[in-house]
């Protein structure tokens, strides 16, 4: 299916917005699987302390994010469905992160300095 004109710049737009947003981490403040809301807040707490800015998406409570989501997971090549449900997930100009060591937490204050 092809998407509609409309759906092609929302898509456009959201992904301008993210891949110039520096940090970005989904996240969820939904606490039915604790593990996933704990690891969540953990996330965010560590990328506060080591002062990095960075833009926190909730999915539960902006869940049209989700397509936003989707749409980053498939151009960084995400395809295994346990890693699709996985959460949180952090993108430094649209590029998803795996491993953050000291190099990346020196370049994300860089990035997101003012």
Not at 46 to 75: C, K, M, N, V, Y
Not at 76 to 105: C, M, Q, S
Request: glycine letters at 4%; hydrophobic letters at 40%.
């Amino acid at each position: 299916m092809v998407p509609d004109t409309s759906e092609q710049q929302l898509h456009a737009e959201s992904q301008a917005e993210v891949q110039t947003a520096g940090v970005v981490v989904f996240t969820t403040s939904c606490g039915i699987v604790r593990d996933t809301r704990d690891r969540c807040a953990n996330a965010q707490l560590l990328l506060q302390q080591r002062g990095i800015r960075f833009r926190a998406i909730d999915l539960a409570s902006q869940p049209a994010e989700l397509q936003t989501l989707r749409l980053f997971q498939a151009e960084n090549h995400i395809r295994d469905p346990r890693l699709l449900r996985r959460l949180p997930i952090t993108f430094l100009n649209g590029v998803v992160v795996v491993k953050a060591g000291p190099e990346w937490y020196d370049e994300a204050k860089r990035i997101t300095k003012d």
